[in-house]
């Protein structure tokens, strides 16, 4: 995991030693000016590790289908918040 240092600078850590970090160790990791600016922050990310490509079935759901603009649109809840019955011109 990447832990951000109050300086700025980013340092891999990994669980156990980040649930092991004190405040002392952080001072010690910036005297020493230790780690390095990620200018990436997906550096590293599994965003870069998915290379598999992506496959999108469009025959799945048939075009022809009427059922799928039958849905019932429920907006009466908001008739008594927005009164659309005044003329709205200033």
Request: hydrophobic share 35%; aromatic share 12%; charged share 35%.
């Amino acid at each position: 995991m990447l832990y951000q240092l109050p300086n700025g600078k980013v340092i891999h850590l990994s669980i156990e030693e980040y649930l092991d970090l004190t405040d002392e160790d952080v001072q010690y990791f910036m005297s020493l000016d230790y780690g390095e600016h990620i200018i990436d922050p997906f550096r590293g990310s599994a965003v870069e590790q998915n290379k598999k490509e992506k496959y999108y079935d469009f025959d799945f759901i048939s075009l022809d289908d009427e059922s799928m603009n039958d849905i019932i649109c429920d907006d009466t809840p908001f008739d008594d918040i927005i009164d659309l019955s005044e003329d709205l011109d200033m």
